[in-house]
């Protein structure tokens, strides 16, 4: 086992210590330059140190809430130790590591955990990432029917690769990338639409979030068993993208087994099994879908990836199950997100530019409406002339800078904000935000100071931007 440290180590305490105050500068020389400046913009370029469980820390010990989890990568929190201690295992272990011409049994070993997970699926094929686990469930279903269109839903995310870029519902995305593959949206909930598309008798699949990321809006109730239904009749197959929903985010593993009657032909999954430290991805199959794709020894590497099946992978992957089962991390999503989204729902009828609250577990969308009242409608009206989604924007900037938690506007142009934090949290967490979205919801509704100052200068920023 190689434990001996090397004659002269990177010393990476020492460089972050040299150069780590450079972080912004760094960014805007050498990768994207928007982000740095968007981040100056709203007031979140900040410089946190270190990071354990749900909370993030800075240079002077002070301590944010993370309500993002990195887009719902870290379902554990960051570094929790039994998944840091699964690393270090198989690093030290020496393991002869993609050698390409033998069967390691760690992928092996975490297919038959996630199976277990998924009655009905049968195999698993282990990419780097999400959109690679919905690549690769594009390509399989294109094969396996032999047909070329797959259906996706309006405003639906699958990811930002030329594939899952053709199957996203989001113009904005898409625009500047085409022409992209000749898929075709229906409104999510439609089932007329869906049945419309499958009469014309080239559909592959339909693909879909059973909760979409983008504004968190769930599919309607039963609509899930009846778009299978019309799939199967029409020999398509259904996909369910549970990149983010997936892992317990839902209360369940997976936000399909929600609703009975449900069995996907295949299942995209990712962010959370990483325990936050290793990128994986897996899509989950059926048995008869595999065997068109792997159909003889010729097509044994038709679909592969360079560093799929890696073992740290593996290694992170099983141990985010194993803490999941031992920690009960999916019943405490479903049990602290339902407290959750009925205490924040309970705020509705208190606060006029409250719209809505909705979701499922630890994935909650938070919709911010018009106000009946003049004083607030005024300003509401400027902020939605000058670019959707202000308000929102406004209430989150408030919610890090004075009580340091952590959140997201939910997308662009919309007035939703998403909490999707780690499935860890605690009902102590939950207070700390309760205490923190109240204290800036009653400043919104006052019609005046710090935060309607700071939306003008929103509003300011976004026309000019727009000229």
Not at 57 to 72: C, N, S, T, V
Not at 145 to 173: K, P, Q
Not at 272 to 279: F, K, T
Not at 307 to 333: C, D, I, P, W
């Amino acid at each position: 086992m190689p434990t001996d440290r090397p004659d002269n180590p990177l010393d990476l305490a020492a460089l972050l210590a040299a150069r780590g105050a450079e972080r912004y500068a760094l960014h805007t020389r050498y990768l994207n330059p928007q982000l740095p400046r968007m981040l100056r913009t709203i007031g979140f370029d900040k410089s946190y140190e270190r990071a354990e469980g749900p909370y993030f820390y800075d240079a002077e010990g002070h301590e944010y809430l993370d309500m993002l989890a990195g887009f719902g990568i870290f379902g554990l929190g960051r570094h929790h130790p039994v998944v840091r201690d699964a690393i270090h295992q198989v690093v030290d272990l020496g393991l002869p590591d993609l050698t390409r011409f033998d069967c390691s049994p760690l992928p092996g070993l975490l297919a038959e955990q996630l199976i277990a997970r998924a009655p009905g699926l049968d195999r698993v094929f282990f990419g780097n990432s999400g959109t690679e686990a919905v690549e690769t469930a594009l390509k399989f279903a294109r094969c396996a029917t032999g047909r070329r269109r797959v259906l996706y839903c309006d405003h639906a995310f699958h990811g930002l690769t030329a594939g899952s870029l053709s199957v996203n519902g989001e113009a904005g995305f898409r625009k500047g990338f085409e022409p992209l593959l000749p898929d075709t949206a229906i409104p999510l909930g439609d089932l007329d639409a869906l049945a419309r598309e499958l009469k014309k008798g080239d559909v592959a699949a339909l693909i879909v979030e059973p909760i979409q990321g983008k504004g968190v809006h769930a599919v309607p109730p039963g609509w899930l068993a009846a778009a299978q239904e019309l799939l199967h009749a029409h020999k398509a197959l259904l996909i369910c993208d549970e990149v983010q929903t997936g892992i317990g985010r839902t209360g369940d593993f997976f936000a399909y087994q929600h609703e009975e009657g449900v069995q996907p032909d295949l299942v995209c999954a990712a962010k959370a099994l990483s325990g936050g430290y290793v990128p994986v991805g897996a899509t989950l199959g059926k048995d008869w879908i595999f065997e068109k794709v792997y159909s003889s020894m010729d097509r044994v590497l038709v679909h592969s990836a360079s560093f799929g099946s890696n073992a740290q992978a593996m290694a992170a992957g099983l141990a985010t199950l194993h803490v999941m089962r031992e920690e009960k991390v999916v019943e405490n999503a479903r049990q602290v997100g339902e407290s959750f989204r009925e205490r924040l729902a309970a705020l509705v009828d208190r606060y006029e530019l409250l719209a809505e609250v909705r979701g499922r577990g630890l994935m909650i969308g938070i919709e911010f409406g018009r106000p009946r009242s003049l004083k607030l409608r005024t300003g509401w009206t400027a902020l939605q002339a000058a670019r959707k989604g202000l308000f929102a924007q406004m209430v989150v900037v408030p919610l890090l800078q004075r009580h340091r938690i952590l959140t997201q506007v939910s997308g662009d142009h919309l007035e939703v904000i998403k909490l999707i934090p780690p499935l860890i949290i605690t009902d102590r967490d939950v207070d700390r935000f309760m205490d923190a979205f109240t204290e800036v919801m009653d400043e919104a509704h006052r019609g005046s100071g710090l935060m309607w100052d700071f939306g003008r200068t929103l509003v300011k920023q976004a026309v000019a931007g727009g000229r």
